[in-house]
């Protein structure tokens, strides 16, 4: 039997579908599970979308050009510069997702073994996508007590090395909900122009800032044209995961040149998620308001009965829809485990996911979980039960 | 201004493209091109798998698992036991589009530097997906005297190294049309039993064998289960190419665990292409008749006129729907630009895709085209004209 390759031994599993088999077994068991594990969504995706969708008008179901239809980089490029990123459709690259814009840059700009730094807790699949293409990532710890805000100059210049190519972040951030600010973007426009740095900017919860903030790119700085590339998607903004539609923001004419020459081998974005992508756009903003109010009130929910429940501690994060909250407990892959394999209340119990799975750093997250605030009001507080009472009932709390 | 990869440089842009700016400038200029360059059928979309599209019943678009839904890989699995793949729909991976099954197999299968043998003329995004893995296509020539046969036994082991670890077949082949008898799948069972060698079996135009003749793939031969993947898209069966959605088939456990890690970092395919996929399945036979028909009298029309010219040879395929003509010409390169930029006839001309692109052997099918037979009869014999009136008219005709 022919061998595997060693990058298919080292590429990781996805540290979320540990536990999935636990999950399914309680379910089998007739437990109810609430999920708040997932990044999925339950909002509905926008009905002009889904209409475009349903009413796509071909009949022969054709590729596309590589870079995605001017139609579509046209209406993208109106989006983004409501949003005074000053683009031209030609610095958008339509893709696969936003995971093939991550895994089409890392592959453009870095060379095997060169370093991405990022901010840990980091999307967990930053790890698989490094992986793919041979890069490193270096984490710089961000810390639960100020709220996961950005490490200082200072720490990012310790992990700065020959080898560093690039800054990345994911602003709303996935898994903390941090939001940016100004000053900290201005603080790493400072380090990329110092070093000659690429900064990634992962996007894809740009709509989901709360309490009137402001949301800030690196696309609004001045002089770092030549260095930002943006990632984004669909799938949040819209709540549409599955259209599969993503793309990649660069002014950098020669980054985009070489990024094409990796989408014209895969051929195409898919044809009708890009129509259905087109009619996103004009999605109403009273649709974004809804959403914000929810969110907004759900957040506020789970951060506040979380802060309740007896040695737990959230901060309230300005943005995406994610918080990382501090338990009493010795350890969250054990924990998150047991309460799906071994606790129940009312035949109810709460997935999570162990931040363990989203610090490259061992050991790190090792008492913090991850929790989505993907279900409703109703939900959530019935989930935020059945936390603390496994809290009070779990043989390793440890105060 | 950060440097691009290495592998950014040396990534191929498509060759294919290379002759898009030219014929930009003759439509401009008013020209009506024949488009024999490009594998887009001009076959329409089967209606059932249109109308889930447009039907489809949701109001999240949510992510799917990974490997794909279980009602689409169940309904796939229908499909193949049909052909007598005995698989089970455990074994089967969806993608997005054929492209990733082929990437996600190269990663998980080869390390950096380590070879995989295609007989010549070849698929020419083989070149982009190998140099993205970071992996070498060693080119054995088939050759166009024989119809571009499988290369003997002898030829393989020539250049089989300790690098050697798997054999990539297109059958029926792009770009040559050349469908793989038994006794040839039977020769590449041999070849990879004796050295260990994964054999890639790229089946994107299954459906397409003409004149009665099988369709045999390494999936039908006994004793290289562990050794066989199966590249397949909905591309070209059902002219959905822009739908985006392909799968790898293995029944060997340890690679198809290995390649789920690499497709759950990219979180899942379409939902919506699956669930057209899905509807493709129960495509009623008479399609595929009427299409096969349609594409045999092409084919013959193709055949035909092209052997009439004079100076013109070439083989007659048994599937796909191309051909790789020879022609009493210089440099196909240079022919092929030249029929756009500087020849009409009638106000005609006719693009075709250089065979040099499909080949990595420096100089090889200097004198050779491929020609996609994606045009209605009228528009070939059409076609047909134009070469032959620009074959008449080349500066650099060679006989």
């Known amino acids: 039997m022919p061998k595997i390759s060693q990058k298919g031994i080292k590429m990781p599993a996805s540290p979320i579908r540990k536990l999935t088999p636990y999950a399914d077994k309680a379910k089998k068991e007739g437990k109810k599970i609430y999920h708040l594990n997932i990044g999925q969504p339950d909002i509905e995706t926008p009905e002009g979308m889904l209409h475009a969708l349903k009413n796509a008008d071909f009949k022969i179901w054709a590729y596309t050009s590589s870079e995605g239809t001017a139609s579509y980089r046209n209406k993208l490029a109106e989006y983004y510069n409501r949003l005074n990123y000053n683009v031209l459709p030609t610095d958008i690259l339509v893709t696969n997702g ?51 805000a950005l490490p200082s100059i200072a720490e990012f210049e310790k992990v700065i090395t020959e080898k560093t190519k690039a800054i990345a972040i994911c602003n709303p951030n996935n898994p903390t909900g941090y939001l940016y600010s100004r000053e900290e973007l201005e603080a790493l426009r400072e380090i990329c122009l110092k070093y000659d740095l690429y900064l990634f900017s992962d996007e894809a919860y740009r709509e989901f800032c709360y309490d009137g903030r402001d949301f800030i790119s690196p696309m609004h700085l ?9 990632w984004d998607t669909v799938s949040k903004r819209y709540s549409a995961c599955g259209a599969r539609i993503g793309c990649i923001i660069t002014k950098n004419k020669v ?73 009493p407990i010795d350890n969250a892959d054990v924990f998150c485990q047991w309460m799906l394999e071994k606790f129940s209340h009312d035949n109810q119990t709460v997935m999570m996911a162990p931040a363990t799975g ?37 043989p390793g709390r440890t105060s």
């Not at 870095?110 to 992986?131: D, Q, R």
């Not at 929790?371 to 939900?379: E, F, I, R, T």
């Open 98 to 148: 936003g995971s093939e814009a991550i895994t089409i840059t890392m592959q453009a700009c870095l060379n095997p073994g060169e370093e991405i730094i990022v901010p840990e807790p980091f999307y967990a699949n930053y790890n698989g996508f490094a992986c793919s293409a041979d890069v490193v990532i270096k984490p710089i710890m961000s810390h639960i007590e100020n709220g996961f």
């Open 222 to 230: 001045e002089g770092l044209e030549e260095h930002v590339v943006v």
């Open 255 to 327: 980054l985009y040149q070489t990024a094409l020459k990796f989408a014209q081998a895969r051929l195409s974005p898919s044809l009708e998620g890009q129509i259905a992508g087109e009619a996103a756009v004009d999605t109403p903003a009273s649709y974004f308001e809804t959403v914000s109010r929810e969110y907004t009130e759900r957040r506020d929910t789970l951060v506040e009965g979380l802060n309740k429940i007896e040695g737990v501690f959230c901060p309230n994060p300005g943005g995406a829809f994610y918080v990382v909250a501090r338990l």
């Open 358 to 394: 989203f610090y490259s750093t061992p050991g790190a997250g090792i008492n913090e979980v991850r929790l989505a605030y993907v279900l409703n009001q109703d939900d959530l507080k019935k989930a935020l039960i059945c936390l603390e009472k496994g809290l009070a009932a779990y």
